[in-house]
């Protein structure tokens, strides 16, 4: 009987590690995002990786999973430089978000949209061709 208790408390040391790897079902983390060209009953009306011609507006949309009563960032880089910050106040465990942003056609190339926590961990992250000028021209 003495032999049986070490050698099972040895295996519960073993197995905490493995059991604490495992992200639960309570795991905050964003479901979906992307850039989209329009919003519509707050869903994206298309999932773009590029932006080319004379538009300029740009949304990014994001699906949170379990973070209620955090505060979840947009924010908006190009060339390496926040260009913009959007805060959220999540309310619920599935919350849908979106930021938008209007380019400048003097400002082609990558856009990325950084998805941060409170304290400033990225959540995930995208990234936009943007060239607004016609290749047809």
């Not at 049986?4 to 079902?25: D, R, S």
Request: contains cysteine; charged residues 20%.
């Amino acid at each position: 009987m003495q032999r049986i208790i070490p050698l099972a408390a040895l295996l519960v040391m073993l197995a905490a590690p493995l059991c604490a790897a495992e992200p639960g079902p309570d795991t905050g983390h964003v479901q979906r995002a992307s850039f989209s060209s329009a919003i519509l009953d707050r869903e994206p009306g298309d999932n773009l990786t590029e932006l080319i011609g004379n538009t300029e507006q740009v949304y990014f949309f994001t699906e949170l999973r379990n973070l209620t009563g955090q505060v979840v960032v947009h924010s908006w880089e190009y060339r390496g430089e926040t260009v913009a910050e959007v805060r959220f106040n999540v309310s619920g465990p599935r919350w849908r978000v979106w930021s938008s942003k209007t380019l400048d056609p003097e400002m082609p190339g990558p856009w990325t949209v950084l998805v941060l926590d409170a304290s400033g961990e990225v959540l995930t992250e995208k990234t936009l061709d943007y060239n607004p000028r016609d290749p047809a021209l």
